[in-house]
């Protein structure tokens, strides 16, 4: 299904494949990988049922998500959850599959041309400081952003939405939470279901990342297994 053009102001995401320069030594797993995320990326998109339009463009190991509002103009905070609906459930189902994304989102503008073919070439021009924010805090954001992990840029966010994520009791909004040391993002905790299951994650993350540390250390030293 193509894309019509869009220019205005949404929510915009960009989805990567984690360590995806590693599996491309191995050119089975990562046409594999490729081929789950197209997939996964268009089953999400065709079968959503939201009052917006999550609409999607996949190359090479990423993906680019926004939002297109229904006619009725319906509110920013709805068009946030129906992006983050999308957003889980194509992470969880990559997760299924043993990989991993990292995704960043940022409101702003975006726009969205309509395609160009000339002489076997095909254009798909996109612009707007949602896009560039959100590429840019997904590759080289400060901190670095984990795999597996959710976050949004909190600059440029309406006040409305940060109203909502302060005290809003809704199942999606309850999953979004500020991180210490961090200022600048909203994390997105799509992994869980409840809240209090936050805390408990992020333990089981750090309890990974510091196995895997101390299994590094123990290959450089010459350790057994």
């Known amino acids: 299904m193509p894309i019509n053009a869009f220019d205005g102001d949404t929510f915009v995401s960009y989805i990567d ?31 959503q049922n939201g009052e917006n339009r999550v609409e999607g463009i996949f190359v090479s190991d990423c993906g ?66 949602a896009y560039v924010s959100a590429f840019l805090d997904n590759e080289k954001g400060n901190p670095k952003i984990e795999p597996g992990y959710c976050r949004i840029l909190k600059q440029n966010l309406p006040d409305c939405i940060n109203e909502a994520i302060d005290n809003s009791n809704d199942k999606i909004l309850r ?25 408990s994650f992020e333990q089981k993350y750090q309890d990974a990342y510091h196995l895997k540390n101390k299994e590094m250390l123990r290959a450089l030293k010459g350790e057994n297994y």
């Open 64 to 129: 680019i998500m926004f939002i297109r509002q229904n006619e009725h103009q319906t509110s920013k905070l709805s068009c946030l959850k129906s992006l983050l609906a999308a957003i889980k459930i194509i992470n969880k189902t990559m997760v299924e599959s043993d990989l991993m994304l990292t995704t960043a989102i940022a409101y702003g503008r975006f726009i969205y041309r309509d395609r160009i073919e000339i002489g076997g070439i095909t254009k798909s021009p996109i612009y707007g400081n």
């Open 175 to 199: 999953m979004i939470r500020g991180k210490d040391g961090d200022k600048d993002h909203y994390y997105y905790y799509w992994m869980a279901e409840r809240p209090t299951e936050i805390k």
């Open 17 to 47: 494949i984690s360590g995806f320069k590693s599996l491309m030594q191995d050119e089975t797993k990562a046409l594999k990988a490729l081929d789950k995320l197209y997939q996964c990326g268009y089953e999400t998109i065709m079968t």
